[in-house]
Antibody, heavy 117, light 110 residues
Framework: EVQLVESGGGLVQPGGSLKISCAVSGLPFSNYWMSWVRQAPGKGLEWVANIKQDGSEKFYVESVRGRFIISRDNAKNSIYLQMNSLRAEDTAVYYC??????????WGQGTMVTVSS | QTVVTQEPSVSVSPGGTVTLTCGFDSGSVSTTSYPSWYQQTPGQPPRTLIFNTNRRPSGVPDRFSGSILENKAALTITGAQADDECHYYCVLYMGDGNWMFGGGTTLTVV
């Protein structure tokens, strides 16, 4: 059974930092691009970032470029999102997904990040 | 900045057929926009329905189909069922490694 399990969400003050993780099992992790997608409360989905199989290419939505860093550890079958200079508008459920054939494939349950004082 | 557009809400009768669309506010969608479609019920993660315009992941019923219609990506649901009532999102490739979701369509089966 394939599982993607996000963790590390929580409450953080504006301007603060947080690192969330996604552990993947049941699929050949190092064969896949991986993604982060977020969803603000009551709002739609927003693509955040993608990372290539070996970590050599990374892409970000403009609103997080320069503040967020996506990374991966293929030995641990995990991806990460380091989020810096957090803003209220970054409050969302963050989902990880494996990426294949130009689309998101399987999804985790998400981890909630709340930016508030 | 180019925006991906979807109908905010659409309704269909049980057993009926409905088509949801996904376009650019300026410009045409083509297969190189690599449209994909996702279904989401409240409180749950999305589920992938269609990728690469018209391909279905294993386990997705064939009453869900994708296409390009009149310069937009389209998701057609045939034989609509009560549990099809939820939110549907599309994603399009914007170039330079960037992807954008549409605002989503709320489908009502009534």
């Amino acid at each position: 059974e394939v599982q993607l399990v996000e963790s590390g969400g929580g409450l953080v003050q504006p301007g603060g930092s947080l690192k969330i993780s996604c552990a993947v099992s049941g699929l050949p992790f190092s064969n896949y691009w991986m993604s982060w997608v977020r969803q603000a409360p009551g709002k739609g989905l927003e693509w955040v970032a993608n990372i290539k199989q070996d970590g050599s290419e990374k892409f970000y939505v403009e609103s997080v470029r320069g503040r967020f860093i996506i990374s991966r550890d293929n030995a641990k079958n995990s991806i990460y999102l380091q989020m810096n200079s957090l803003r209220a508008e970054d409050t969302a459920v963050y989902y990880c997904s494996n990426w294949g054939s130009y689309a998101f494939d399987l999804w985790g349950q998400g981890t909630m990040v709340t930016v508030s004082s | 900045q180019t925006v991906v557009t979807q109908e905010p809400s659409v309704s269909v009768s049980p057993g009926g057929t409905v088509t949801l669309t996904c376009g650019f506010d300026s410009g045409s969608v083509s297969t190189t926009s690599y449209p994909s479609w996702y279904q989401q019920t409240p409180g749950q993660p999305p589920r992938t329905l269609i990728f690469n315009t018209n391909r279905r992941p294993s386990g997705v019923p064939d009453r869900f189909s994708g296409s390009i219609l009149e310069n937009k990506a389209a998701l057609t649901i045939t034989g609509a069922q009560a549990d099809d009532e939820c939110h549907y999102y599309c994603v399009l490739y914007m170039g330079d490694g960037n992807w954008m979701f549409g605002g989503g369509t709320t489908l009502t089966v009534v």
